[in-house]
């Protein structure tokens, strides 16, 4: 019985690590896209945090679906755990050097209203 | 000393996990990475940063459960951003705001800035004291009350729960 669903298991494994890798890629584009839409440099960065969060753990997920063994698959935990406690550091440390340099954020509804040039 | 103790299992379950050499047959591989988790450890003690930022792991569980909350919180909040990015007509709203944390360490002080950031659509601008600058996407989603719970939720898993 546990043999039938470990075999089904190991069929359905690389389908399902693919679908998330693809998934992430996608959500890596789309966070590109808003990297070049979006007006000023803090809301792009928050474009980029999509590609930073959603898309890297996706990326990650299905890559460790796809491992062959379980000594890669800690690697890819401690890849996912580095990347998930700096991320949000360097974006920090983007935000903070550009707000002591004295760069104002754009405030306020953007879009719509001016008729929108997207 | 349970700082130590807890930097030096991490360090070990960390050069065996990276190395693959669970079995222990190969003594010279073995002494090496012996050699170099003590020379960590000690280098570690000498810079006097085995304190609780430098081995946080006696609290490891609690933030393991907070992780798993904030995994959902930057899951919902990427719909959001994913939703603004790909809409045919630009439709944000950013806004400036301040945020009052109740965390009084450092540590979580730094968790819970560092959780506004990994957010997305929130990143921390600056950290003064006890207020947090933070920059949002959309004005509605960094409200008054907004950051609340992630903020008692990060005091709790590094302070423990208490009073704030």
């Known amino acids: ?118 | 000393m349970g700082y130590f103790l807890g930097l030096l299992v991490v360090l070990v379950a960390l050069w065996l996990g990276l190395s693959g050499e669970y079995t222990l047959t190969k003594p010279a591989i073995a002494s090496l990475g012996t050699v170099s988790i003590i020379l960590t450890t000690v280098l570690a003690y000498r810079f006097d940063i085995l304190d609780r930022e430098g081995s946080p792991y006696g609290r490891l569980p609690q933030l393991v459960a907070y992780w798993a909350w904030l995994i959902v919180e930057i899951f919902k909040a990427n719909w959001t951003v994913i939703k603004a990015c790909l809409r045919s007509n630009l439709d944000i709203n950013p806004a400036l705001v301040k945020v009052k944390t109740g965390c009084e360490s450092d540590l979580a002080r730094t968790v819970f800035a560092n959780s506004i950031t990994l957010t997305p659509g929130t990143v921390s601008v600056e950290v003064e004291g006890d207020k947090i600058l933070v920059h949002a996407l959309y004005e509605d989603t960094a409200g008054p009350g907004a950051f609340d719970e992630m903020d008692r939720r990060s005091r709790e898993a590094c302070d423990g729960k208490g009073p704030a």
């Open chain 1, 1 to 118: 019985m546990i043999e039938t669903l470990i075999g089904y298991w190991d069929a359905f494994r690389p389908a399902l690590g693919s679908a998330l890798l693809l998934v992430g890629a996608v959500l890596a584009v789309i966070g590109t896209v808003g990297v070049l839409r979006f007006p000023d440099f803090y809301t792009r960065l928050h474009a980029a945090s999509v590609t930073d969060t959603a898309s890297m753990t996706l990326a990650v997920v299905g890559m460790a679906l796809l491992a062959p063994n379980f000594a890669t698959v800690f690697k890819l935990i401690v890849v996912w755990l580095f990347l998930f406690l700096t991320g949000p550091t360097s974006s920090h440390a983007l935000a903070n050097a550009a707000h002591t340099a004295g760069l104002q954020p754009l405030i306020g509804r953007v879009g719509k209203e001016d008729g929108g040039d997207a």
